[in-house]
Each structure stands twice: as structure tokens, then as C-alpha cells.
């Protein structure tokens, strides 16, 4: 795309107020507005709080300790007492959670994402009664034939999960022999093979027992971005399928089905937020411009009884040393530092002048402006 074009674009847009031209650590970018007055609002708000005296009485930390740890029977560690006590006495507490305690230290799901987040491979000898389990392949149809065995076998006849509602796929990525989408026909083919009753729409064919996701919110329909559910009827006399979003039933026009994809398998991205009973996590060197600690981490948190990894271990190792994780491009930081509360804001609504009082050309624009 030609720069001219996307400097008339922002130009627009930000005439128009829906961005905001700031600057970061003295580099020159552009928000959207809602985030920006979000971050401005947040800082607010926490320096309203920093200026203040704590919104609850004073609690003396060393008798209330011991009378929770009586009402509750639980004992606290020393550096559990001493969050705690840091908790009640600042204005705006922040801990950072570091220690894995015994109640947790039983589960290789949280001791392996600890590995993972401090950039160490995690413990791959298979355990009697462990949570966290690794299947090597190293060719991809080796590992989509282990992964489709352990998704319909294996982890039903040893966990007695459900293989489509239990069970939950997560990939680094959509495209690819072990990607998102390859992976939703296999899984189908094998777990709820299409039948008479189906349709098929938008590179899909969607059959009673399929289990989907909405793709974008809905909110005539009250379902979201994310939401999944299992296709409960087809009435092709009507042009209608129907789904059962946890119990809720709510219908779909053939015609409004591009809001539905196959969820037997998703992307770790699209699952941010959400917990699955078992998850899988297929990983090749083919996800190589997606194998990231970050991504990595979220996708082994997401399961709550059981995570399995399939897949080369060189593509485990690639995902725990690339801490690569891009920067977060947020004024947040500088709002909250003294000096600048109460200062007016440097934002402008034109595109921003350069040192010389000219306005930024196309050539200069990838380099004065982060989007």
C-alpha cells in the first residue's frame, strides 16, 4: 500500500478524533481514542487513590492474621503473611505472585507453566497420576494421527472426559497440516462424522453434535466473540441450524452461518481468558513464526485437569526460549509518573509536525508513528 494513502488515512481518522497522536518514551505514535482516554482514566484514578488514605480502617496486620488463618484453618507461609500485611497497609497494593505453594505444587500444569515462564523446558518423563503429559512425533502426520488418538481414545478411556465437550484443542496457529483448521476436519471426521442431517456454508459443513464457536459478537442473540456451543438441530425446510450455547438455545439462518466455525480446535489466541477441563496443545516447527514463551504459557494455563503437548520436542524448546514477546506500546506507565499527573496531555488531533514544523511525509511515516 502506498504510503501517501495511509497518511491521508490517518489524517482522516485523526481529524475525525477516532486516533490520537502522542508520543511514547519521546517516539511519536497513534492510538485509538477509546484506549487512549482508558489508560489516561485508569492512571487517574490510581493517583487519586495514591494521594488518599485507604478506603477501609486501619487493620492491624499481626492480630488479623492469626484469627484468619483460625477461622479459615489454613496456615500461611512466611511470604504469604507478608503479602498480605503489604496488602493492607499501602494505598494501592501490588504483588507479584512468585511461589508455588504445596495445595499447587502437587500439579504439573502450574509447575510446568512456572518452567515455561521463567524459560525453562518443563519436566517431559511421563508420571503416575500427573496432570501434564508430552507425546513426541516428530513429522507432522505422525503427530496428527497421536493427536487424534489421544483426543478420541486415549484421554476419554483414562480421564473419562468427554472428547468434544471436555476435551480442547488449542493451536499456535490456524494455517498448516497441524494448524486450526486442518485439524477441525480431522477431528470432525473421526469424533461427529457428517451425516444426511448437515449443511455446509462458508467452507464448512456444520452436522447435530458439531461443536462451534461464534466468531463475532452477537448481541441481539446475546452470544460473543469466543462462545461455544454444540449444533443441537438443522431444519433445512426453514434454512435454520440451531446451537446450544451452555443450555441456551439460539438459532442461525443458513445465510448468517459465517458467524460460526468448528471448534473442535482453535488458536491459543482466540482461547485468552477461557478454561477447558483437558486441553491439547499440538506444537511443530511449522508454528515456527508463532512458537513463543507468552503463547506458549497461556496455552498450558488453560487447562484445569489436564493439558497434553503432541508434537517435536526441538518446537517445545523454540516456544520456551523465544521470549520475543513484541512491546506493549501504552502511555500508561508515563501518566502515572509524578511529573505528569495534573499536566495537560501532548495529544493533537492532526498528524504530528515534525522538528522543522513540517508535517510527517510518507516516507518518514513507519518511522514516526507505531500503530
Same mark, same amino acid.
Given at each position: 500500500?502506498?504510503?501517501?494513502?495511509?497518511?491521508?488515512?490517518?489524517?482522516?481518522?485523526?481529524?475525525?478524533?477516532?486516533?490520537?497522536?502522542?508520543?511514547?518514551?519521546?517516539?511519536?505514535?497513534?492510538?485509538?481514542?477509546?484506549?487512549?482516554?482508558?489508560?489516561?482514566?485508569?492512571?487517574?484514578?490510581?493517583?487519586?487513590?495514591?494521594?488518599?488514605?485507604?478506603?477501609?480502617?486501619?487493620?492491624?496486620?499481626?492480630?488479623?492474621?492469626?484469627?484468619?488463618?483460625?477461622?479459615?484453618?489454613?496456615?500461611?507461609?512466611?511470604?504469604?503473611?507478608?503479602?498480605?500485611?503489604?496488602?493492607?497497609?499501602?494505598?494501592?497494593?501490588?504483588?507479584?505472585?512468585?511461589?508455588?505453594?504445596?495445595?499447587?505444587?502437587?500439579?504439573?500444569?502450574?509447575?510446568?507453566?512456572?518452567?515455561?515462564?521463567?524459560?525453562?523446558?518443563?519436566?517431559?518423563?511421563?508420571?503416575?497420576?500427573?496432570?501434564?503429559?508430552?507425546?513426541?512425533?516428530?513429522?507432522?502426520?505422525?503427530?496428527?494421527?497421536?493427536?487424534?488418538?489421544?483426543?478420541?481414545?486415549?484421554?476419554?478411556?483414562?480421564?473419562?472426559?468427554?472428547?468434544?465437550?471436555?476435551?480442547?484443542?488449542?493451536?499456535? =496457529?490456524?494455517?498448516?497440516?497441524? #494448524? !486450526? +483448521?486442518?485439524?477441525?476436519?480431522? %477431528?470432525?471426521?473421526? *469424533?461427529? /462424522?457428517?451425516?444426511?442431517?448437515?449443511?455446509?456454508?462458508?467452507?464448512?459443513?456444520?452436522?447435530?453434535?458439531?461443536?462451534?464457536?461464534?466468531?463475532?459478537?452477537?448481541?441481539?442473540?446475546?452470544?460473543?466473540?469466543?462462545?461455544?456451543?454444540?449444533?443441537?438441530?438443522?431444519?433445512?425446510?426453514?434454512?435454520?441450524?440451531?446451537?446450544?450455547?451452555?443450555?441456551?438455545?439460539?438459532?442461525?439462518?443458513?445465510?448468517?452461518?459465517?458467524?460460526?466455525?468448528?471448534?473442535?480446535?482453535?488458536?491459543?489466541?482466540?482461547?485468552?481468558?477461557?478454561?477447558?477441563?483437558?486441553?491439547?496443545?499440538?506444537?511443530?516447527?511449522?508454528?515456527?513464526?508463532?512458537?513463543?514463551?507468552?503463547?506458549?504459557?497461556?496455552?498450558?494455563?488453560?487447562?484445569?485437569?489436564?493439558?497434553?503437548?503432541?508434537?517435536?520436542?526441538?518446537?517445545?524448546? =523454540?516456544?520456551?526460549?523465544?521470549? #520475543? !514477546? +513484541?512491546?506493549?506500546?501504552?502511555? %500508561?506507565?508515563?501518566? *502515572?509518573? /509524578?511529573?505528569?499527573?495534573?499536566?495537560?496531555?501532548?495529544?493533537?488531533?492532526?498528524?504530528?509536525?515534525?522538528?522543522?514544523?513540517?508535517?510527517?511525509?510518507?516516507?518518514?511515516?513507519?518511522?514516526?508513528?507505531?500503530?
Amino acid at each position: 500500500m502506498e504510503p501517501e494513502l495511509i497518511e491521508a488515512a490517518l489524517g482522516l481518522e485523526l481529524r475525525d478524533g477516532e486516533l490520537v497522536a502522542d508520543t511514547v518514551d519521546g517516539e511519536a505514535c497513534v492510538f485509538l481514542a477509546g484506549l487512549y482516554r482508558s489508560e489516561q482514566s485508569i492512571a487517574e484514578r490510581i493517583g487519586q487513590l495514591s494521594r488518599r488514605h485507604p478506603p477501609w480502617p486501619a487493620i492491624d496486620a499481626d492480630r488479623a492474621i492469626p484469627w484468619v488463618e483460625g477461622r479459615t484453618g489454613l496456615a500461611l507461609a512466611p511470604s504469604q503473611a507478608t503479602a498480605l500485611r503489604r496488602a493492607v497497609a499501602a494505598k494501592v497494593p501490588v504483588i507479584r505472585l512468585t511461589e508455588v505453594f504445596r495445595q499447587a505444587a502437587a500439579s504439573r500444569i502450574i509447575t510446568s507453566a512456572h518452567y515455561i515462564n521463567r524459560g525453562q523446558m518443563p519436566e517431559l518423563a511421563a508420571a503416575e497420576g500427573s496432570d501434564f503429559f508430552f507425546v513426541p512425533a516428530e513429522e507432522p502426520e505422525d503427530a496428527v494421527r497421536k493427536l487424534l488418538a489421544v483426543v478420541s481414545t486415549r484421554i476419554p478411556a483414562r480421564f473419562e472426559l468427554d472428547p468434544v465437550r471436555d476435551v480442547q484443542v488449542l493451536c499456535p =496457529m490456524n494455517r498448516g497440516g497441524l #494448524g !486450526a +483448521r486442518a485439524l477441525n476436519i480431522e %477431528l470432525q471426521r473421526m *469424533l461427529n /462424522p457428517p451425516g444426511p442431517e448437515r449443511v455446509e456454508r462458508f467452507g464448512w459443513t456444520f452436522g447435530p453434535g458439531d461443536k462451534v464457536m461464534q466468531v463475532a459478537s452477537d448481541y441481539e442473540r446475546d452470544v460473543f466473540n469466543g462462545d461455544l456451543g454444540i449444533v443441537i438441530a438443522i431444519d433445512t425446510a426453514e434454512g435454520a441450524l440451531t446451537v446450544s450455547f451452555d443450555g441456551r438455545a439460539v438459532e442461525y439462518g443458513f445465510g448468517e452461518l459465517n458467524e460460526l466455525v468448528l471448534a473442535y480446535a482453535t488458536t491459543i489466541h482466540k482461547a485468552q481468558g477461557s478454561e477447558y477441563p483437558a486441553v491439547v496443545i499440538p506444537l511443530a516447527t511449522q508454528h515456527y513464526v508463532m512458537l513463543a514463551r507468552n503463547l506458549l504459557y497461556t496455552g498450558v494455563t488453560r487447562g484445569k485437569q489436564l493439558v497434553v503437548i503432541v508434537g517435536q520436542p526441538k518446537a517445545l524448546a =523454540m516456544a520456551v526460549r523465544n521470549n #520475543g !514477546a +513484541r512491546r506493549r506500546w501504552t502511555k %500508561l506507565c508515563e501518566c *502515572l509518573r /509524578p511529573s505528569q499527573r495534573g499536566q495537560p496531555s501532548s495529544r493533537h488531533s492532526g498528524p504530528a509536525p515534525r522538528q522543522d514544523g513540517e508535517r510527517f511525509s510518507g516516507s518518514g511515516l513507519n518511522d514516526r508513528f507505531k500503530a
